[in-house]
Structure formats: structure tokens, C-alpha cells
């Protein structure tokens, strides 16, 4: 065989394995929950927080326990902005959670009923749903709550907890 059909095979053989590697790993990528995870740590290493890595019943395909999360402080210090994201981190698109006794707790160890603060009755949150609950006063919709409150809550360093009906710690997020 002469050496420039040699180089051609070998080429040719080269380029079948990267797009067959190729392929695997874009695979996986979109199926489990790397992508997940390296967002969310990249994320939170960049605005100084310290990497949360989701426990395995929070996993997507893992049958665990129902997850609200805390995603996001912000607006801290400012009543007008201050708000606080919770989200459900659940794949399963069957999955909801009620707010209903879900309690937001400062280190001062003041707690707010979510929903009883915000004179909302009931709120579900479907499979990747989610709630921004303010501090200032405002009309509450199934998107936006408000607590109603005079002053700012947070502040910076401080650790928010999200406590679930049964009275037991759910998450915690340090505010930056």
C-alpha cells in the first residue's frame, strides 16, 4: 500500500473515533447531571460563595425527597430590591410541592410563613418552578410574594434558612 493511502486510512480511522468520542460526551453532558452540577458550582465560585454539590436524592432520576432550594439572595440591604428565590429542583414533571408552613428564618432568629405572611392561601410549585418572595409589601401573585415588611431583612454574610413543615432545617444560603 502506498504511504500517502496509508496516512489517508489512518486519517479517516482518526476522525471516526473523535466524532464516535464526540458524540458520547455530548451524550452524557445532556443526559445526567454534570451540566447541572458544573454550572452551579462554576456559578457560585464566582460570586464568592462556597459550591454547594446537590446531595444524590436531588440528582435528576434519583426518587428522593421533595426539593425547594434556595437559589438566590439579592437586592440585599435595599428594601425596594430585596427578594429571595426559591425554586423546586425536581425533574419529575408530576412532582409539586405546597408552600403551605414553609417558614424563611435570618440569623437574628426572626421566622416569616411564607404564605401566611404574604396572604397568599395556597401556592404549588411544579418541577422547576419557582417564587421570588420580596421583603417590601406588594400584591402577591403565584410568582411574586410579599412579606409585607417595613425594613430590610438581610444582610451581607448572613445565612438565610428555609425550614419545612415538619420544623426541620430544608436548606441554608449564606449571603455573599
Do not use: C
Not at 452551579?40 to 459550591?51: D, H, I
Request: hydrophobic fraction near 35%.
Amino acid at each position: 500500500m502506498k504511504p500517502w493511502k496509508r496516512l489517508l486510512v489512518y486519517l479517516l480511522l482518526n476522525i471516526i473515533v473523535t466524532g464516535i468520542t464526540m458524540l458520547a460526551v455530548l451524550y452524557l453532558w445532556e443526559n445526567t447531571a454534570i451540566k447541572e452540577l458544573m454550572y452551579t458550582t462554576v456559578e457560585q465560585a464566582s460570586a464568592g460563595e462556597t459550591p454547594r454539590v446537590p446531595d444524590q436524592d436531588s440528582l435528576p432520576g434519583n426518587a428522593g425527597p421533595q426539593r425547594i432550594e434556595i437559589e438566590e439572595v439579592g437586592g440585599v440591604g435595599n428594601l425596594a430590591t430585596e427578594y429571595i428565590l426559591l425554586k423546586h429542583s425536581t425533574e419529575d414533571t408530576e412532582d409539586t410541592v405546597s408552600l403551605q408552613n414553609w417558614v424563611l428564618r435570618n440569623e437574628n432568629g426572626h421566622e416569616f410563613s411564607i404564605l401566611a405572611q404574604s396572604g397568599i392561601g395556597s401556592l404549588e410549585l411544579h418541577a422547576k418552578g419557582a417564587v421570588y418572595v420580596y421583603t417590601k409589601t406588594g400584591e402577591s401573585n403565584p410568582i411574586e410574594l410579599y412579606l409585607g415588611l417595613q425594613d430590610p431583612l438581610w444582610n451581607p454574610g448572613e445565612t438565610v434558612t428555609l425550614i419545612s413543615p415538619e420544623g426541620e432545617i430544608h436548606d441554608t444560603y449564606q449571603i455573599p
